[in-house]
């Protein structure tokens, strides 16, 4: 075997292709990895922020021209060394907004540098700087949901014919197919995008004017600087404007909660049709671990954290609702804390629909495997008992009774026979007659997914039109995704493009 580029770690030679990157350091997360400083990732947000308050600044004369274009040409030229990986956060100057007027003024020797901070406060500072940070976290994690319901809907149209048993409390329920098992999950990550353009739509407010929470007496025009930052419009009262510093973190902590959970069930799901004793997936080598020991393993480890970091962002977001409980309006220090929480938070999940968009993309259903497991724990029961009831206009309940009879009377066999459910038939009281051909062409697997054509059902018929809706939805967030980044896109060229002065 050829281990060229891929034994990076102890485990690999049980693996027959180089590990996903992207999986491996998912799965060693903060092991090895540094976190950076919170106001370093807010370093772009508020270069914007101040751009757009200096042009307004100009245009309401606070600024003359000159003064106007060595800010911005010095802010430009931040943003040049930001991206250079030159410019640092000095600890000794509190936060990014200091750094950035300590640049203007001292480094830059800019006289004007000393004029940006009229009209404004830290507090509406970092709040705008804030939401201009979640806004894109929110986009990001919108298009990778929108990238993973894509991959498990192309997954689920190889396998419309693909039966495989379906579970309640772990236990063999009734038969189903791989896809109807795949549009379910891509229903429930369909409703995670929509949740989040949801919070999008309350998030994409400018608080940017508000100064300390009770407003200011210059001319200040809070429509002009909420356009050049891409925002549909200005949060209007200034005192709440920073009363509700953490209430987008919590609700869009709340949304990711919701959405981790639905990745927690696809994780678990896979973790267990994966297992060896299922047999009826297997996730592509790329994507599995080794261990340090045991040469023989498999692990699964991308879905032993995501249900971990489910568990994470219910906590994170319990603490950011905790952080904002029963403070007195305007800004209180509390809520520094909850930049911290929704930066962690972001950090710990974001990758998460990527990974999972490459496991399903790659992972194959053993169809052989899936098809003999419908023949175990009797799973054809309540079919059976829906047959009868049809065929000769019985109560469901009565037809119930007779099939729990004939399950009972099979129990020691393993498997429900024709005689035993005649039995079973007999028991109950009632005489009904079919032959023992005619029960086993009905509970063929593929007849009884076959029969179940209603909305939503497992039938190949009314699974391809679960396809077909959920691709024209997801067509449609595409199409609203593009817009809204084409106009936070051309509103940060404005402010960022040198020739427009």
């Known amino acids: ?48 922020t101040n751009l757009a308050h200096a042009r307004m600044l100009y245009k309401i004369k606070v600024l003359n021209q000159n003064e106007f274009h060595d800010l911005n040409n010095a802010l430009l030229d931040l943003e040049d060394s930001r991206q250079r990986g030159e410019f640092k956060l000095d600890p000794e100057k509190e936060d990014v907004h200091i750094n950035i007027e300590h640049y203007l003024t001292n480094v830059k020797g800019i006289q004007a540098g000393k004029k940006i901070h009229t009209a404004r406060s830290r507090n509406d500072q970092v709040s705008t700087d804030m939401r201009l940070f979640i806004r894109e976290q929110v986009l990001i994690l919108i298009e990778g949901l929108i990238g993973l319901a894509h991959e498990i809907l192309n997954a689920a149209r190889g396998e419309k014919k693909s039966i495989m048993p379906g579970f309640t409390h772990y236990q063999p329920a009734m038969i189903t197919t791989a896809a109807h098992w795949l549009t379910s999950w891509s229903q429930g990550t369909l409703r995670d995008i929509q949740r989040f353009f949801d919070d999008f739509d309350i998030l994409n407010y400018s608080p940017l004017g508000s100064a300390a929470a009770f407003g200011t007496s210059w001319p200040i025009d809070r429509e002009y600087t909420a356009d050049l930052l891409g925002f549909n419009g200005v949060d209007e009262n200034t005192l709440d404007c920073i009363s509700s510093r953490g209430e987008n973190e919590s609700r869009i902590a709340s949304s990711v909660s919701v959405m981790m959970n639905h990745l927690g069930t696809i994780a678990q799901d896979i973790i267990l049709l994966a297992s060896p004793y299922y047999d009826m997936l297997r996730v592509d080598d790329k994507f599995v671990t ?69 496991i399903i993309q790659t992972m194959q259903f053993n169809r052989k495997k899936m098809k003999s497991h419908c023949s175990v724990g009797f799973i054809e029961s309540a079919d059976i008992a829906d047959w009868l009831a049809n065929k000769y206009a019985l109560p469901f309940r009565d037809t119930y009774n007779i099939l729990s009879g004939a399950v009972n009377l099979s129990d020691k066999k393993g498997k429900l026979d024709y005689k035993s459910l005649m039995n079973g038939i007999k028991e109950a009281g009632f005489k009904l007659e079919f032959s023992e051909k005619e029960l086993k062409s009905y509970i063929q697997p593929s007849n009884l997914i076959r029969f179940k054509t209603h909305i939503g059902g497992p039938s190949p018929k009314s699974v391809q039109k679960m396809i077909t809706l959920q691709s024209n939805k997801l067509k449609q967030f595409q199409t609203k995704l593009e817009k809204f980044q084409e106009r936070i896109s051309n509103a940060r060229k404005t402010c960022f493009n040198r020739e427009d002065l």
């Open 1 to 48: 075997m050829n281990l060229k580029n891929k034994k990076t770690q102890v485990w690999g030679s049980r693996i027959s292709t180089a590990p996903n990157q992207a999986n491996i350091l998912f799965c060693a997360g903060r092991d090895v990895t540094a976190l950076p400083m919170a106001d370093e990732q807010l370093i772009e947000y508020d270069i914007w």
């Open 290 to 358: 080794g261990s340090s020991i045991m040469p023989q393993k498999r692990n699964l480890d991308f879905a032993e954290l995501i249900r971990s970091k489910s568990a994470q962002s219910h906590g994170i977001l319990v603490s950011l609702l905790g952080i904002q409980k029963g403070s007195m309006s305007g800004y209180n220090r509390d809520s520094q804390q909850t930049k911290y929480l929704i930066m962690d938070l972001f950090r710990e999940v974001n990758q998460t629909p990527l990974i999972l968009s490459g």
